[in-house]
């Protein structure tokens, strides 16, 4: 499949109009180099790539986009399905292509391809498989976009982003994972719930694995800037311990639900790394819980292990992890999902 997109050629001959239409003004010089470009590659055409290439098109964050997909039909039929809403859409380039070349300057490459898991495979076979299968995505991404930066969302996203890492050969702060942005939001939502406010205003983080050793802060629950534990006990009113286990055990089970509902997550994701793709090129230098590189923080190592934790991102990536407050025991919770994480990363020979 050729590389095709918006084209400016029309009619016989392939007469160029925009010759015809615009006329340049006279003394005009090149383009301003402070003119910024702005290109994202989405690799992985599949229900989570292109909702998240539909939010990122409605919130006009890219002058361009570009999908890579191996299915050339399938690339081709969604890239001329979102080519035909430009006239409700913010101007952007729609690109798709089998090629990787195609991606040449991206600012970001956000990866959503992987495998499915089969009928009796375990996750470590799933998980060998997606190894296999990132050896032919990072490289050429790398490659092409040496200045990119990388965000992976496929799963489980922690040890695909270590291995993206270690396959890029580029820096831990310009590689990133989705990791539990999502299930913080989905945290919120429910604490929000519960209280009967507007998840806007609840500030609290899943950290650690994105998956089932992911560790809710309790501890750092806040409410419009009220900590919500230390209130309770200021205010001598009871809860149960196994009350808030049941909210964070509803936030790992939520994804399986959706799945088991519709067959696949998309908008909840979509939504979560366009929000990650605009605090990263517009400088926002907003705190999202990612997954980052861990080792150092709150006892973690004898391994090098990517991990959720509250960072702040601009255009370098992740620019820093903020010195949230862990209690004695989350800090223990932690650690364990780090050596989860490690586990599975010694038997993939990386």
Known sequence: MHPSGSSSSLGPGGLDLTQAFFKPIQRAGLPSPAKRHTKISVIGAG????????????????????????????????????????AFLPRTKINASVDYELTVGSDLCIVTAGARQNPGESRLDLLQRNVALFKNIIPPLARFSPDTILLIVSNPVDVLTYVSWKLSGFPSNRVIGSGTNLDSSRFRFLIADHLDVNAQDVQAYI?????????????????????????????QI???????????????????????????????????????????????????????????????????????????????????VTNVHLTDEEAKRFRDSANTILDVQSQLGI
Do not use: C
């Not at 939010?55 to 080519?83: H, S």
């Not at 750092?220 to 534990?229: A, D, M, R, T």
């Not at 790394?273 to 973690?300: C, E, M, T, W």
């Open 47 to 86: 229900n989570v790539g292109m909702a998240i290439a539909q939010t990122i098109l409605t919130q006009d964050l890219a002058d361009e986009i570009v999908l890579i997909d191996a299915k050339p039909d399938k690339l081709r039929g969604e890239m001329l399905d979102l080519q035909h809403a430009a």
């Open 207 to 235: 950290v650690g694995e994105h998956g089932d050793s992911s560790v809710a802060l309790w501890s750092s629950i806040s409410v419009g800037g009220v900590p919500v534990l230390s209130f309770l006990e200021n205010q």
């Open 238 to 320: 009871a809860y149960e311990k196994v009350t808030l286990e049941k909210i964070h055990k509803e936030v790992v089970d939520s994804a399986y639900e959706v799945i088991s509902l519709k067959g696949y997550t998309s908008w909840a994701i979509g939504y979560s790394v366009a929000n990650l793709a605009r605090s990263i090129l517009r400088d926002q230098r907003k705190i999202h819980p990612v997954s980052v590189f861990a080792n150092g923080f709150y006892g973690i190592e004898g391994g090098d292990v990517f991990l959720s934790l509250p960072a702040q991102l601009g255009r370098g990536g992740v620019l820093g």
